[in-house]
């Protein structure tokens, strides 16, 4: 049976070398995101518990004058969430792209402020044709 000290592999720079040093058989390693600022922890098998790093050492972020990054505003996120939210096609996703450059030029008038205003148009519109029946109406 091979021996513990022949299955470690040699350190691939000084800071695993450090870490090295302090394993022991069953330890466990805590590595964290290098952008976290948290230091690696080595924890003895039976101490370790998994929990989440203490606020205490998490970094406050500064604050973010254009949290829409990469958008070029917050609109255009705006309307892109929609998308993504609505699981648009490219075919429906252009379409909604022309009617929001539409709106931005002002070309036609647009009255629409709610769900509400956009269901009663589509009843008055079925009211226009013939022998239309509501599969709801009983």
């Known amino acids: 049976m091979d021996n513990l000290e022949d299955q470690q592999s040699f350190p691939a720079n000084d ?4 870490y090295q040093r302090e394993f022991q ?9 290098p952008k ?13 518990k998994c929990q989440p790093a ?3 050492s998490w970094l406050i972020p500064d604050p973010d ?12 996120f705006n309307v892109a969430e929609i ?11 252009d379409c909604l792209l022309d009617i929001c450059h539409c709106c931005a ?8 402020h709610n769900h509400k ?3 009663a148009k589509w009843d008055a519109a079925s009211q226009h044709l013939m022998g239309v029946v509501s599969p709801l109406a009983g």
């Open 105 to 112: 030029q002002k070309s036609e008038k647009f009255t629409f």
């Open 25 to 33: 058989l069953d330890d466990i390693k805590v590595e964290y995101h």
């Open 65 to 76: 004058m254009h949290p829409w990054h990469p958008f070029k505003s917050c609109l255009e």
């Open 36 to 48: 976290s600022g948290i230091p690696t922890k080595v924890q003895a098998f039976g101490d370790f």
């Open 83 to 93: 998308v993504l939210e609505a699981a648009l096609n490219n075919k429906q996703t």
């Open 54 to 56: 203490h606020y205490s």
């Open 117 to 119: 205003d956009v269901c």
């Open 15 to 18: 800071r695993d070398l450090e």
